[in-house]
């Protein structure tokens, strides 16, 4: 029985949810994989609860009465006095500041598992030395879940990069909350601003939906792509058109917003009038390799096309490459929800057990 032993830092919606996931799955990962998922400690931004095999499936209460306070350091020394054997740290915090304890996992010989994408959207002196300590200490950093939630966006473009091929442009509706609205708005005889509510209230938003108006998280999404395909660049490269409109931008409050809401309605309204029958609204972002243009923009699609035809809060993702010409390569599903999140995780926790040799 292969065994590894997961570090989880972050037990917010995704962490909770990869929790249960593996819990659920243990016993069949065991009998037909040969493989047994341990988590010994699980850690938020105050507290760290250790278990010295697995957590069980009463981990909240647990972490509620016996979760301790902690420094990354103490972590690491309880991991090195229990001598666990194949150690993978998997970050599902939201935070930037946590990223610069990587350095120290890796030196450790840890792998590492984020959905965080800040490691991959700091500048790019922080990613480049990420990838040399990765190297040089030959561990591994997976992050599938950074685009597209449990989709395989970066790693066919990883397969594609590695096998020579050449890819010349990538447009995608990356984010779930700005695709349910969109997909309604353009077919549906509904005021933004009650889509956006609609949205808030299914989950999809933040709590703040400006965060999703801005177009800030599309473009770290885009960021991280574009750094696959070895593309030079910071955030501040991403030209951003926001939805938000200035007047009720981050200086006001969000209740503020939320109470002026029905502002949006007029341009948007506008937008829509100018479409023609066969055409809908979509929230993209969009880098081109050869013009180095990153772009977050709001565009009109033909029906019939894969980002026009695209139902709910999927998301979608076309991969133009020399070989495919016009044609590109089509990845869609489902990308919003924190338990595609959690699979994502658990795929890149059992791909790299895989190179672990017990
Ligand atoms: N939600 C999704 O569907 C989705 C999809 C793909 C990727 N992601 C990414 O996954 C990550 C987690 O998302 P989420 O929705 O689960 O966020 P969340 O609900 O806000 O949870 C974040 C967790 O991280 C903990 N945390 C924050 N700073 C920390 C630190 N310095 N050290 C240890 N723990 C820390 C928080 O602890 P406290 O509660 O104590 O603050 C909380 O447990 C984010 O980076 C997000 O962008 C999310």
Same mark, same amino acid.
């Given at each position: ?14 962490? !909770? ?31 760290? &609860? %250790? ?13 509620? %009465? ?11 020394? %309880? ?8 150690? @993978? ?12 304890? %990587? !350095? ?9 598992? +984020? ?11 922080? $990613? ?11 561990? /591994?950093?997976? $992050?599938? =879940? ?33 695709? $349910?609205?969109?997909?309604?708005? !353009?077919?549906?005889?509904?005021? &933004?601003?009650?889509?956006?509510? /609609? +949205? ?13 108006? #801005? ?26 058109? #926001? ?13 503020? &917003? ?32 050869? =013009? ?8 009109? /699609?033909?029906?019939? =096309? +894969?980002?026009? #035809? ?9 991969? $133009? ?5 016009? &044609?590109? @390569? ?14 994502? @995780? ?7 057990? /895989?190179?672990?040799?017990?």
């Amino acid at each position: 029985m292969k065994k590894i032993h997961i570090i989880l830092f972050g037990v917010g919606n995704v962490g !909770s949810a990869l929790i249960n996931q593996i819990l659920e799955a243990r016993e069949q990962l065991k009998n037909k994989s040969k493989l047994e998922i341990n988590i010994p400690v699980i850690v938020n931004s105050s507290s760290a &609860f %250790y278990e010295e095999k697995c957590v069980r499936p009463a981990w909240r209460t647990d972490f509620k %009465y016996f979760g301790v306070p902690y420094t990354v350091d103490t972590v690491l020394k %309880y991991i090195k006095k229990e001598a666990y054997k194949n150690v @993978i740290i998997v970050d599902a915090t939201a935070s930037k500041e946590f990223v610069q304890n %990587y !350095s120290t996992f890796i030196k450790n010989g840890y792998d590492i598992v +984020a959905s965080n994408k800040s490691a991959n959207t700091l500048s790019n002196v922080f $990613y480049n030395n990420l990838r040399k300590q990765l190297k040089k200490n030959k561990t /591994e950093f997976l $992050y599938e =879940t950074n685009v597209g939630a449990g989709l395989p966006i970066i790693q066919t473009l990883q397969r594609l990069h590695a096998s020579g091929e050449k890819v010349t442009k990538v447009r995608g509706v990356f984010s779930g909350s700005l695709s $349910y609205i969109f997909n309604q708005f !353009s077919q549906q005889n509904k005021m &933004f601003d009650s889509l956006l509510a /609609e +949205a808030g209230i299914k989950g999809l938003t933040e709590r703040d939906p400006r965060i999703d108006l #801005s177009g800030n998280d599309v473009a770290e999404k885009l960021l991280v792509l574009a750094r696959e395909l070895h593309m030079k660049k910071e955030l501040s490269d991403v030209n951003i058109e #926001s939805l938000v409109p200035k007047h009720l931008n981050g200086r006001s409050s969000v209740s503020h &917003f939320k109470d002026n809401l029905s502002d949006l309605n007029l341009e948007f309204d506008d937008l829509k009038d100018e479409l023609k029958p066969d055409e809908v609204l979509r929230h993209i972002g969009e880098l081109d390799v050869i =013009t180095g243009s990153l772009e977050v923009k709001l565009v009109k /699609e033909k029906t019939n =096309t +894969a980002f026009g #035809s695209l139902k709910n809060a999927e998301a979608s993702f076309e991969i $133009y490459t020399e070989s495919h010409g016009q &044609f590109p @390569i089509v990845i869609q599903g489902a990308a919003a929800g924190t338990g595609v999140a959690a699979r994502g @995780i658990l795929a890149d926790l059992t791909k790299l057990a /895989e190179k672990y040799n017990r």
